[in-house]
Nanobody, 124 residues
Framework: QVQVVESGGGLVQAGDSLRLSCAASGRMFSSYGMGWFRQAPGKEREFVAAISWTGRSTYYADSVKGRFTISRDNAKNTVYLQMNTLKPEDTAVYYC?????????????????WGQGTQVTVSS
C-alpha cells in the first residue's frame, strides 16, 4: 500500500530554518497532489502548504507566506517544505498528505494518505 513518511523536524531557535521531507513509497496508481498540515497541542489541524503534481500551482496559508516554500522532486517521489525565519507559533507536529489527483488542495478531507508526523519546536 502507498505510504508517506515525514522527516526533518527538530528543536530550533526563533529565526532559524528547517527543511522537512516527505517520501512516498509503494504503488502509485496516478499523478498526485501533495500538502503539508500542522497541529499544535490543543488546537485543530491547519493547512500550511500544497502543491500540484507538476509543481505549477502552489498554495500557502497566510501565516507562512514569504517564509515557507513547498517543492517536489517527482523522480524521487519526495516533497519538501523549506521553513525560514521560524517563529515560536510555528511549533507543531507537521503532517504530509497525498491525494490521488493531479491537483493540490487546501482542504484536509481531499487527501487520501497521511503520514505519522514530525515534531517542529521553535524556542524564543
Amino acid at each position: 500500500q502507498v505510504q508517506v513518511v515525514e522527516s526533518g523536524g527538530g528543536l530550533v531557535q526563533a529565526g532559524d530554518s528547517l527543511r522537512l521531507s516527505c517520501a512516498a513509497s509503494g504503488r502509485m496508481f496516478s499523478s498526485y497532489g501533495m500538502g503539508w498540515f500542522r497541529q499544535a497541542p490543543g488546537k485543530e489541524r491547519e493547512f500550511v502548504a500544497a502543491i500540484s503534481w507538476t509543481g505549477r500551482s502552489t498554495y500557502y496559508a497566510d501565516s507562512v507566506k514569504g517564509r515557507f516554500t513547498i517543492s517536489r522532486d517527482n523522480a524521487k517521489n519526495t516533497v519538501y517544505l523549506q521553513m525560514n525565519t521560524l517563529k515560536p507559533e510555528d511549533t507543531a507536529v507537521y503532517y504530509c498528505a497525498a491525494r490521488y489527483s493531479q491537483f493540490g488542495s487546501t482542504w484536509g478531507n481531499d487527501y487520501d494518505v497521511w503520514g505519522q508526523g514530525t515534531q517542529v519546536t521553535v524556542s524564543s
